[in-house]
């Protein structure tokens, strides 16, 4: 795709998830987790090996299906392949599920409904709610909103904008992998191998940029601090600098012992400052919202910048032969040199090129007539020259 394409397919794909939501019924991914399960019934073993074949049994064939389909629907119209990828975008974004499974917790925190906040953060976590007070409730939410917007969010963005659609079907895919086979456990040690390195080679760079993200658009500072200090101690390599440095940038105290399966786990700190609460979890929400914005100006920046970037040639054909008064313009890098194309035409072949040089040849034009020492198309000087 051209960055002009990337850039338009994003914001639409961001677009679809705000306003549509996942889909209620027939959403992809749980039909990818039934096969997946399907695939492990039939394959696993305790064996790396089986890991590895489940892995692209279940991931490649999705994947390079998506890529073929982007090629073929390129081919035919750009229009098309432009609609194609931001669905499959849509498709693989989390960003609004993410505000709508966070926001019942911190609504029940401000109501001071306790069960009702572990409830509905227990559909987020994987600790045992039951034993938390509001403190670790309230941390357990904000943990999960940082570490999931990378993966459900900035992780798929990024891998869209490498790779298109296959790029972002291919980490949601392996990310969805290793939330199920990504396990230290008896049956997923060897198993699950596969799924879980993958998963931590294909978020290291997202991770990282995620955790920048959070940097700029909170307290800097505070967030390159913690990330330096409190990511390593993590065991993850990639949830450690996401949840370190969001946490510094919500000056916010999160880590600490959880229980899980009854046991309670001592893990390390994350962040400074003051403890977490309801408004807290509207926090991580806010900033992960204002870090797709960044992302989304960011591409767009780029966007514009290699138009302009590829401006001077076809402007300056326009203004070695401005376009005639009936709206006619040579259009140099897609067309012969003697064809001349009229602005409807070369819209319908290039959109971007031959409308600026039509636009930029206009302009030309115009200044040439109205210079006393230019004689304009017509021959004639006018009255005032």
Request: glycine fraction near 8%; charge should be positive; aromatic fraction near 8%.
């Amino acid at each position: 795709m051209s960055p002009a394409t990337l850039a338009i397919a994003m914001l639409s794909g961001v677009a679809l998830d705000r306003l549509l939501g996942e889909p209620r019924r027939a959403h992809p991914l749980v039909a990818f987790g039934r096969m997946a399960r399907a695939i492990e019934a039939r394959l696993h073993g305790d064996g790396r090996g089986r890991g590895v074949l489940a892995w692209a049994v279940a991931v490649l064939p999705a994947s390079l299906l998506a890529a073929w389909l982007q090629f073929e629907l390129l081919a035919r119209s750009p229009w098309l392949a432009g609609a194609y990828a931001a669905s499959m975008l849509y498709l693989t974004l989390g960003l609004r599920s993410l505000d709508e499974h966070a926001a019942p917790v911190a609504r029940a925190l401000r109501d001071g409904d306790l069960d009702a906040a572990r409830a509905a953060v227990g559909r987020i976590v994987s600790r045992d709610t039951a034993a938390l007070d509001a403190e670790r409730v309230a941390a357990a939410a904000t943990e999960s909103v940082l570490e999931n917007g990378n993966d459900a969010v900035f992780g798929a963005l990024f891998w869209f904008a490498l790779l298109g659609p296959a790029g972002a079907v291919l980490y949601r895919l392996a990310n969805t992998l290793d939330a199920m086979w990504g396990y230290r456990t008896p049956r997923y040690e060897r198993f699950g191998w596969a799924a879980a390195c993958i998963d931590d080679v294909l978020n290291w760079v997202p991770a990282r940029l995620t955790a920048a993200t959070y940097a700029v658009l909170g307290d800097t500072a505070m967030a390159l601090h913690c990330w330096r200090r409190q990511a390593p101690l993590w065991d993850s390599p990639n949830a450690g600098p996401v949840m370190a440095a969001g946490a510094g940038a919500l000056r916010v105290r999160l880590g600490g012992a959880a229980p899980y399966h009854g046991v309670w786990e001592q893990r390390p700190a994350l962040g400074e400052g003051q403890a977490p609460d309801a408004r807290s979890i509207v926090r991580a929400q806010g900033l992960v919202g204002r870090g797709v914005a960044l992302w989304l100006l960011t591409v767009a920046a780029f966007a514009a910048a290699h138009t302009v970037i590829r401006m001077p040639a076809p402007a300056a054909q326009a203004f070695m032969r401005p376009a005639d008064m009936d709206g006619d313009i040579y259009c140099a890098t897609r067309h012969s040199s003697a064809a001349t194309k009229s602005k409807s035409a070369c819209l319908a072949e290039d959109a971007l090129q031959c409308a600026i040089a039509f636009d930029v040849s206009v302009i030309t034009q115009s200044l040439h007539f109205y210079r006393h020492d230019a004689v304009p198309p017509n021959g004639r000087r006018p009255a005032h020259a």
